[in-house]
């Protein structure tokens, strides 16, 4: 894990790292990845991946219109918002 | 009146206020003192202690009209990652620090309706991602078995609630469990801790950590409370498309004895950091079992080192992708200032308001799905995880029960972490996190205290939808642990009173 590996991933998160802390950030990285490579050792041969422990179907409910928080509560944990919208900064490219 | 109504459990409570030998606000009180009491060790995020007095003298009417639900008055605590409608709810994170649902979450929901009164939003590592309720926007937790001049975590990520219950501020709490926030704060703090078959308990309302993970659980003193709750809360939920398609189960019935009972422990935990004292406390459970009539024997679960693995791939990748959603747009923190993009606004706002833990968690996320490396990490824990989860299987086969230590060691010094490597706190998670990932039920239960009088505990790990048959076998042996040890300052009452 080198340090433009970090700045890149980074990016991709939508995180901003300080310069100064990438190096520690890249080690901190490396050893978490140094315990995980662990996985390399393990044979799996044919196994079929597993992402969730539910068993079968996951039932579908009825597709019905149903009471839900309205727009003004909604907005009031939005951090800006104006005649019933979400603000967000001005893009011009 | 009574002078120490804190220290009865939920279901002999509950019969008093039946009784009439004392009333909802008394109790309540009871608490609310506890809780000012025990302010040093920083319990709660949010307390509700207004609102809660409200309702115990609406439960009171109930009571003398006899329209009182089957927990009308009982005091509970909330981890805060519960949405609860109308109470601040933040994860324990700067980012949700002013995040006030306009909804509820099931599971906090059907306790509710059943009459549950909700004392306050405890302390967690933030978004469920930690082990020691240090890694808290809002602060440590400490443990209340630790010495005022040697404080020490409560475990994690559910420490709040852990603490709580262990300190007598409240007599049940809510919990979540994604790879041992349950069981181990538990043991850390000498009470029960349960997690259920994943999908027994709703995660509608619960904020994600890891989904495929995540499990609401309860924390409690007595085993009775712990069926108590869950059996309230169990069920499908339209709400959770993971919510199992099965009906609560009856409650359990006592057993005689164990006989016929087969109990497996698992050969790969024995691991080189396991603590001695709680090796001995371990084989001293399997002869109590044995006592009681069960047959114990020798299991393998051969990729329990590799459960660890995979989960530190698992919960990240996880996690990476549900916390997508934290972008400063629709709610929770916004940073200040002229943002020059719609993607400055976004990452400025998420490093102010993510801390270390999360950003770690969320850039290692991030790479084990990035293009190249999918299949090395992601795909590749996904296979090891169906390994995991056959293991069980085929232990299960011949046994009913597997008997494990719930953590590898005592509660740890607080900031003892900060001067490791970030992987020694994962590593703590060695005999949770296979459960989790193959979605089991297990129980922690509180056995002894270790030379330095800390608690330890044992797990007593099912097939998945065995709760029921699981709770009646970890009655008796629960009884025959018999722990009855209280966090120093506090008087001793027997742990069912």
């Given at each position: 894990?080198?340090?433009?590996?970090?700045?890149?991933?980074?990016s991709?998160?939508?995180?901003r790292?300080?310069?100064?802390?990438?190096?520690t950030?890249?080690?901190?990285?490396?050893?978490?990845?140094?315990?995980v490579?662990?996985?390399?050792k393990?044979?799996?041969?044919?196994t079929?991946?597993?992402?969730?422990?539910?068993?079968g179907?996951t039932p579908?409910r009825?597709d019905?219109?149903?009471?839900?928080?309205?727009?003004?509560?909604i907005?009031e944990?939005?951090?800006?918002?104006?005649e019933?919208?979400f603000v967000?900064?001005k893009?011009?490219? | 009146m009574h002078s120490?109504?804190s220290?009865?459990?939920?279901?002999?409570g509950?019969?008093?206020?039946?009784?009439g030998s004392?009333?909802?606000?008394?109790?309540?009180?009871s608490f609310?003192?506890?809780?000012?009491?025990?302010?040093?060790?920083n319990?709660y995020?949010s307390?509700?202690?207004?609102?809660a007095?409200e309702?115990?003298?609406?439960?009171l009417s109930?009571y003398q009209?006899?329209t009182?639900r089957?927990?009308?008055g009982?005091p509970?605590?909330?981890k805060?990652?519960f949405?609860t409608k109308?109470?601040?709810?933040?994860?324990?994170?700067?980012?949700?620090?002013?995040?006030?649902p306009p909804?509820?979450s099931?599971v906090?929901a059907r306790?509710q309706?059943?009459?549950a009164?909700?004392?306050g939003?405890?302390n967690l590592?933030e978004?469920?991602?930690?082990s020691?309720?240090e890694?808290?926007?809002?602060g440590?937790?400490?443990?209340?078995?630790?010495?005022?001049?040697k404080?020490?975590?409560?475990?994690?990520?559910?420490g709040?609630s852990?603490?709580?219950?262990?300190?007598?501020?409240?007599?049940?709490?809510?919990?979540?469990d994604?790879?041992?926030?349950?069981?181990?704060?538990a043991?850390f703090c000498?009470v029960?801790?349960?997690?259920?078959?994943?999908g027994r308990?709703?995660?509608?309302g619960?904020?994600?950590y890891?989904?495929?993970?995540?499990?609401?659980g309860?924390?409690?003193?007595?085993?009775?409370?712990?069926?108590?709750?869950?059996?309230?809360?169990?069920?499908?939920d339209p709400?959770?498309s993971?919510?199992?398609?099965?009906s609560v189960?009856?409650a359990?019935?006592?057993?005689?004895n164990?006989s016929?009972?087969k109990?497996?422990?698992p050969?790969?935990?024995?691991?080189k950091?396991?603590?001695?004292?709680?090796?001995?406390?371990?084989?001293?459970?399997?002869?109590?079992?044995r006592?009681?009539?069960?047959?114990v024997?020798?299991?393998?679960?051969?990729?329990?080192?590799?459960?660890?693995?995979?989960?530190?791939?698992?919960a990240?990748?996880?996690?990476?992708s549900?916390?997508?959603?934290?972008?400063?747009?629709?709610?929770?923190?916004?940073?200040?200032?002229?943002h020059?993009?719609?993607?400055?606004?976004?990452?400025?706002?998420?490093?102010?308001?993510?801390?270390?833990?999360?950003?770690?968690?969320i850039l290692?996320?991030?790479y084990?799905?990035?293009?190249?490396y999918?299949d090395?990490?992601?795909?590749?824990?996904?296979?090891?995880?169906a390994?995991?989860?056959?293991?069980?299987a085929?232990?299960f086969?011949?046994?009913?029960?597997?008997?494990?230590?719930?953590?590898?060691s005592?509660?740890?010094?607080?900031?003892a972490?900060?001067t490791a490597d970030?992987?020694?706190?994962?590593q703590?998670?060695?005999?949770?996190?296979?459960?989790s990932?193959a979605?089991?039920p297990?129980?922690?239960?509180p056995a002894?205290?270790?030379?330095a009088?800390?608690?330890l505990?044992?797990?007593?790990?099912?097939?998945a939808f065995?709760e029921?048959e699981l709770?009646?076998?970890?009655?008796?042996?629960?009884e025959?642990?018999?722990f009855k040890a209280?966090?120093p300052?506090?008087?001793?009452?027997?742990?069912?009173?």
């Amino acid at each position: 894990m080198d340090t433009s590996t970090v700045k890149k991933v980074a990016s991709l998160a939508r995180l901003r790292v300080k310069e100064e802390e990438i190096t520690t950030i890249a080690q901190e990285l490396q050893a978490i990845l140094g315990l995980v490579d662990q996985l390399a050792k393990v044979k799996i041969d044919n196994t079929a991946p597993m992402t969730t422990p539910s068993a079968g179907k996951t039932p579908l409910r009825p597709d019905a219109i149903e009471a839900n928080a309205s727009r003004v509560q909604i907005l009031e944990n939005a951090p800006q918002s104006e005649e019933g919208f979400f603000v967000v900064p001005k893009v011009v490219e | 009146m009574h002078s120490d109504l804190s220290s009865f459990s939920a279901t002999a409570g509950l019969q008093e206020l039946r009784n009439g030998s004392f009333t909802p606000s008394e109790w309540l009180e009871s608490f609310v003192a506890r809780i000012e009491a025990c302010g040093e060790l920083n319990l709660y995020i949010s307390d509700t202690t207004e609102t809660a007095r409200e309702s115990a003298t609406q439960a009171l009417s109930r009571y003398q009209d006899k329209t009182a639900r089957p927990l009308e008055g009982l005091p509970i605590a909330i981890k805060d990652i519960f949405c609860t409608k109308a109470i601040r709810t933040t994860a324990g994170s700067k980012f949700l620090s002013n995040f006030v649902p306009p909804y509820e979450s099931t599971v906090t929901a059907r306790l509710q309706e059943a009459g549950a009164i909700v004392l306050g939003k405890t302390n967690l590592d933030e978004f469920a991602m930690g082990s020691s309720t240090e890694h808290s926007a809002f602060g440590a937790t400490h443990n209340p078995w630790s010495h005022p001049d040697k404080p020490l975590v409560p475990g994690g990520s559910s420490g709040g609630s852990a603490a709580a219950v262990a300190a007598r501020a409240a007599p049940v709490a809510l919990g979540t469990d994604t790879g041992g926030s349950v069981r181990q704060p538990a043991s850390f703090c000498g009470v029960m801790g349960f997690k259920p078959t994943y999908g027994r308990l709703s995660r509608h309302g619960v904020i994600a950590y890891a989904s495929s993970l995540d499990q609401p659980g309860i924390f409690a003193r007595s085993l009775a409370d712990v069926e108590l709750l869950y059996r309230t809360a169990a069920g499908h939920d339209p709400l959770d498309s993971t919510s199992a398609v099965c009906s609560v189960d009856a409650a359990s019935s006592p057993l005689p004895n164990l006989s016929g009972v087969k109990i497996g422990v698992p050969r790969e935990y024995h691991t080189k950091d396991l603590d001695g004292e709680i090796e001995s406390v371990w084989q001293q459970g399997a002869e109590t079992l044995r006592q009681l009539g069960a047959e114990v024997e020798e299991i393998s679960l051969p990729h329990t080192e590799a459960a660890l693995a995979a989960y530190y791939v698992i919960a990240p990748a996880e996690a990476s992708s549900n916390l997508a959603r934290y972008d400063g747009v629709r709610y929770g923190l916004r940073a200040e200032g002229d943002h020059k993009s719609l993607d400055a606004m976004y990452e400025a706002s998420r490093s102010l308001g993510f801390g270390k833990e999360v950003q770690r968690r969320i850039l290692i996320g991030t790479y084990v799905l990035s293009a190249g490396y999918y299949d090395a990490y992601y795909n590749r824990a996904r296979r090891v995880r169906a390994l995991v989860a056959q293991d069980f299987a085929k232990a299960f086969e011949r046994v009913d029960y597997v008997l494990a230590p719930a953590t590898p060691s005592a509660a740890f010094p607080l900031g003892a972490e900060a001067t490791a490597d970030p992987t020694w706190m994962y590593q703590q998670d060695i005999f949770t996190v296979p459960v989790s990932l193959a979605g089991l039920p297990a129980l922690s239960l509180p056995a002894q205290l270790n030379k330095a009088g800390l608690p330890l505990g044992l797990q007593l790990i099912a097939p998945a939808f065995g709760e029921r048959e699981l709770f009646a076998a970890a009655a008796l042996f629960n009884e025959a642990l018999d722990f009855k040890a209280v966090p120093p300052g506090l008087v001793a009452s027997g742990a069912n009173r």
